[in-house]
């Protein structure tokens, strides 16, 4: 029997400066850093009409994990049927969210001392990783589009990235989101070793649909380039059939428009390991 995904990480060894992923699909991923320490990051593990596979990770498989980050409400990044699976078997986990989804995550079974809303600003120190929210810009459908959701919450951030260290290394999950004003100075200051950017985009069709967009193929690779990312790795473009992107596409753009910008497109559910150049 295959290993998990999660376990498939536990015999990667790992030294100073390094951490260990593996892309679980989608927006996922499991994040190990040299101490042991695991977090899970929009994890979508249940089966659901549409998907074109499966997840090799069962939710209630997922044990050893410290930290569930959720990005925002969207099925494919807060799974709600798989959050109590993993909670039980993770019992020391803890589920950091967008303050204005906390309840929504209380309610799909998650005791409430193990769910820390949180905001852009806010800087938390959970199980060795240190763990910073910024806006995502994007909607709960296109009649909120694009927006940060603030209207729809009481004046706050409803849609987040995660800025994470851990190991020595930068990583910048985006979760969804499209360019908005300041994103790109804003990510150069925090001197990103590794971004995990969306790229499949946005069109009139999909938006008839009710599906908000995300960032481009090209957009991404713009955005790697102007905030200075060490290293650029896509996600969000493979899980459904009538909302995908193209990695190829991707390289394609930074070859031409944007060379010098290392991406890596990891093979799912397989371990990789990431570095960073930069003292800290």
């Known amino acids: 029997m295959s290993p998990t995904p999660i376990e498939a990480l ?79 078997a993770s019992p020391e986990a803890v589920f950091v969210v967008p303050t204005p989804i906390a309840d929504m995550v209380t309610e799909a079974g998650i005791a409430p001392d193990r769910v820390l809303g949180v905001q852009p600003g806010g800087d938390e120190e959970i199980a060795g990783f240190r763990v910073r929210p910024v806006p995502a810009r994007h909607g709960v459908t296109m009649r909120d589009a694009y927006g940060f959701g603030e209207e729809l919450s009481g004046g706050l951030i409803r849609f987040l990235g995660f800025v994470i260290d851990a190991g020595g290394v930068r990583i910048y999950h985006a979760g969804d989101t499209i360019h908005f004003p300041g994103m790109e100075g804003m990510l150069r200051d925090l001197e990103i070793d590794v971004g995990l950017l ?8 999909r938006e008839a649909r009710d599906i908000v967009g995300n960032l481009s193929e090209r957009e991404a ?59 800290r």
């Open 10 to 88: 536990r015999g990667v060894p790992l030294v100073d400066r390094q951490v260990a992923l593996s892309w679980l699909g989608q927006a996922g991923f499991v994040l190990r850093a040299p101490g042991g320490t695991t977090a899970l990051i929009d994890p979508f593990l249940s089966p659901w009409n549409g998907r074109l596979y499966e997840s090799a990770l069962p939710a209630s498989e997922a044990s050893g994990v410290d930290l569930v980050l959720i990005t925002h409400e969207h099925v494919d990044h807060f799974d709600a049927a798989s959050a109590p699976a993993i909670a039980a």
């Open 198 to 205: 969306p790229i499949n985009g946005r069109d009139p069709e």
């Open 221 to 279: 690779g713009w955005l790697a380039r102007v905030a200075d990312f060490d290293l650029l790795i896509p996600m969000h473009y493979d899980l459904f059939a009538r909302n995908r992107g193209y990695p190829a596409r991707l390289v394609d753009s930074v070859e031409r428009d944007h060379p010098g910008v290392p991406v890596f497109v990891p093979p799912r559910e397989h371990p990789f390991v990431c570095s960073s150049r930069r003292p």
